[in-house]
C-alpha cells in the first residue's frame, strides 16, 4: 500500500543551523509528493511540491528534490530561523484522491 | 475569500453523545476532506469527497458519518462519540484536476470525549 515516513522529532537546531528532515516513501508508479507544514494552534499549509522524478520543489528558502531511485523527498534549509519553528509533514499523492501523510516533525529552532 | 473554514472550534462530548462538525470553503472546489490529527499519528483520512452528493471512506472511517449536500460544505457527524473520537479534526479542500493538487485546510476542531 501507500505510505510516508518520515523522520522522528522533534527536532531543535540553532538559528542559522542547516535543516534536514529526511523521509522516504512507499508507492508503486509515480506518485506526486508534498511538504506541508504546520504552524501552533493553526491548519496545514503546502510548503512545497514535486510531481515526478527528478523535479525539485522550493519555497521560502526550503527545498526537496524527488528521487526515485532512493523512493525519498528530503527536506532541507540552509538556514534556518525562529520563525521556522513548526510541524513539518511529508505527504504523498498517488492517482485517485487520498493523500497519505507522515507522522510530522516538530522543528523548534531557538535563537 | 475566508478559504476554509470549520464549526466549533472546541466541544467536549460525553461518551454516547452526537455531533457534527461543519465544514465549509468559499473557493468553489470540488473535493473535500475530512481528517483526524493524533500524537504520534499524523493526518488519517476519514470520508472524502470528489462533489456534491458524493462521498467516499478514507483509511478511518469507522464511527464517522459525512454528508456533501451543498458544493461548499461537508459535514462530519458522529452518532454516539467515544473516547477514542477524541482528536482534532481538519477539513480540507481542492481543485478537482490541473497540477496544483494543493489542499487547503481549516483551522481544525479540537473534540474531547470524556
Known amino acids: 500500500g501507500n505510505s510516508v515516513t518520515q523522520m522522528e522529532g522533534p527536532v531543535t537546531l540553532s538559528e542559522e543551523a542547516f535543516l534536514t528532515i529526511n523521509c522516504t516513501y512507499t508507492?508503486?508508479?509515480?506518485?506526486?509528493l508534498f511538504w506541508y507544514v504546520q504552524y501552533p494552534g493553526e491548519g496545514l499549509q503546502l510548503l512545497l511540491k514535486a510531481t515526478k522524478a527528478d523535479d525539485k520543489g522550493s519555497n521560502k528558502g526550503f527545498e526537496a528534490t524527488y528521487r526515485k531511485e532512493t523512493t525519498s523527498f528530503h527536506l532541507e534549509k540552509g538556514s534556518v530561523q525562529v520563525s521556522d519553528s513548526a510541524v513539518y509533514f511529508c505527504a504523498l499523492l498517488k492517482t485517485g484522491n487520498q493523500f497519505y501523510f507522515g507522522t510530522g516533525t516538530s522543528l523548534t529552532v531557538i535563537p | 475569500n475566508a478559504g476554509v473554514t470549520q464549526t466549533p472550534k472546541f466541544r467536549v462530548l460525553k461518551t454516547g453523545q452526537s455531533m457534527t462538525l461543519l465544514c465549509a470553503q468559499d473557493?468553489?472546489?470540488?473535493?473535500m476532506y475530512w481528517y483526524r490529527q493524533d500524537p504520534g499519528m499524523g493526518l488519517r483520512l476519514i470520508h472524502y469527497s470528489v462533489g456534491e452528493g458524493t462521498t467516499a471512506k478514507g483509511e478511518v472511517p469507522d464511527g464517522y458519518n459525512v454528508s456533501r449536500l451543498k458544493k461548499q460544505n461537508f459535514l462530519l457527524g458522529l452518532e454516539s462519540a467515544a473516547p477514542s473520537q477524541t482528536s482534532v479534526y481538519f477539513c480540507?479542500?481542492?481543485?478537482?484536476?490541473?497540477?496544483?493538487?494543493?489542499?487547503?485546510f481549516g483551522p481544525g476542531t479540537r473534540l474531547t470525549v470524556t
Open positions: 508507492a508503486t508508479g509515480y506518485p506526486s
Open positions: 480540507a479542500s481542492r481543485l478537482a484536476g490541473g497540477s496544483s493538487y494543493e489542499q487547503y
Open positions: 473557493m468553489n472546489h470540488e473535493y
